[in-house]
């Protein structure tokens, strides 16, 4: 197994915005606890003004978003490793499975696997897997992710 090449985790608000294209109110990711290569660990504690927010809980699209903006994360700590400045933007291209057990409540604590399966050119399989601060696998996934620049 490759080793993390984070000596601590991410959190600060303004690395992690750094770090992806996304922006208030569309931010899904609030850490990063790992990275290697192929792989990286996010969190994201769900705060009561999200906008994918349904009777206090994360919806699943809002699920989904995480798990998508997991690998976003990734990617932009990647890029900045290599000196980019900006991150890349990129978008969902095929959700190839979904799976939900579970939806979390305002204030609960995700932390979301991901592993880069396959790359050619500028689409990447990607594998993510959500779990709840007690352990418990809320969501998994596998996704081709598109970057355009």
């Known amino acids: 197994m490759a080793e993390n090449l984070l000596h601590h985790p991410i959190s600060s608000h303004e690395e992690i915005i750094n770090l992806i294209p996304q922006k208030e109110p569309f931010v899904f990711v609030d850490t990063l606890y790992e990275y290697t290569n ?3 660990v996010t969190g994201f504690t769900v705060p009561g003004n999200n ?3 349904q009777e206090n809980k994360l919806t ?3 699920l989904i978003e995480h798990m998508a903006q997991s690998m976003s994360l990734h990617r932009g700590y990647q890029g900045s490793l290599s000196g980019q400045t900006k991150p890349k933007t990129g978008f969902i291209g095929v959700i190839k499975t979904v799976e939900i057990f579970g939806l ?3 204030g609960e604590t995700l932390k979301t696997y991901v592993e880069i399966l396959h790359e050619i050119m500028n689409v990447t399989s990607v ?3 959500t779990e709840n601060e007690r352990g418990v ?3 998994t996934s596998e996704m081709k992710t598109v970057t355009v620049k």
Do not use: F
């Open 38 to 40: 192929l792989t990286g």
């Open 137 to 139: 696998v809320i969501a």
């Open 60 to 62: 699943e699209s809002g």
């Open 51 to 53: 906008v994918l927010l």
């Open 104 to 106: 979390p409540e305002v």
């Open 127 to 129: 594998s993510a897997r």
